[in-house]
């Protein structure tokens, strides 16, 4: 009987062990396509003037490294025809702009040149209402043993916003994103809200509120969707390319991915008790 435990203990750490074992997939690599990071963001009590736009390309599923995109021309446009150029920081992808002048509810095209392809799209810097009170909650969570933090704001009346928030957390990497519209909360009190079990006394927490256009709010449902921010489930549609509102001009057919966003933003500091 001994033998026939040891030998059913030795087949099973064995079956343990197979099972730890890093299989690496032959995936197909498609031809990279350029990746747009516009976001053009105005923080409340700032002249918005030094803004930064990243170019960069897909890359296989296995590499380690992001691939940037240097030489390419890039602006942003105004509905007056004032043209703001964005620099490269030489060798980096990064173009920086630092004339920018960002007006509420006024229309932006960006325009990339790059590689003989040019990409345009054009979006509205939509407005936010200013963070009033962050308060805590230790009690938070379903189970009711989470730390849960709310960000209150006044919601503008006879408006119809839409809203992205962030939740920057100094003891995790991952940044908590949600997006929101005012349609059961329009010109009332309301708040942003964020669930973290594993918070001590003395984390910090920066909490960013973001206008945002509707086009953008249907964008951000489905990525926050595919990320499995919202659930997902065994039955859920598998992962797809999700287009933005960046088009090629010279081939359409060949898509840039990203999206040029413009926000008016409110930004609040807070540290657990």
């Known amino acids: 009987m001994k033998n026939v435990f040891y030998i059913s203990a030795v087949i099973f750490s064995l079956f343990l ?26 923080e409340q009590g700032t002249d918005g003037a030094q803004q ?39 060798n980096t992808g990064e173009y920086v702009c630092t004339n920018f002048v960002p007006q509420l509810d006024e229309v932006y095209t960006l325009t990339v040149i790059s590689k003989g392809q040019t990409y345009t799209a054009t979006e509205t ?38 809203y ?26 309301f708040f942003s809200l964020s669930n973290n079990e594993d918070l001590s006394a003395g984390d910090q927490i920066t909490v960013t509120h973001y206008g945002v256009s509707k086009t953008y709010y249907n964008y951000m449902n489905i990525l926050l969707s595919i990320a499995g921010n919202n659930g997902g489930g065994p039955f859920q549609s598998p992962p797809a390319t999700v287009r933005g509102n960046i088009i090629n001009t010279t081939n359409f057919d060949d898509y840039a991915l990203g999206y040029f966003r413009l926000s008016e933003t409110s930004s609040g500091n807070f540290i657990i008790q």
């Open 52 to 90: 930064k736009i990243k170019l960069t390309t897909t890359t296989s599923y296995y590499s380690s490294t992001v691939p940037t995109v240097s030489g390419a021309t890039v602006s942003v446009k105004n509905s007056s025809n004032t043209v703001f150029n964005f620099i490269e920081v030489p």
């Open 125 to 162: 810097l939509k407005s936010v209402a200013p963070i009033s009170e962050i308060v805590q909650n230790n009690e938070g969570g379903i189970t009711g043993d989470q730390v849960e933090i709310k960000t209150f704001f006044n919601d503008p009346d006879l408006e119809e916003n839409y």
């Open 164 to 189: 992205m928030f962030k939740y920057k957390y100094s003891n995790k990497t991952k940044l908590d994103y949600q997006v929101s519209d005012d349609r059961f909360f329009q010109g009332n009190l």
């Open 17 to 42: 062990t197979s099972c730890e074992e890093v299989v690496n997939v032959d995936l197909d690599t498609a031809s990279p396509k350029l990746v747009v990071d516009a976001s053009i963001n105005w």
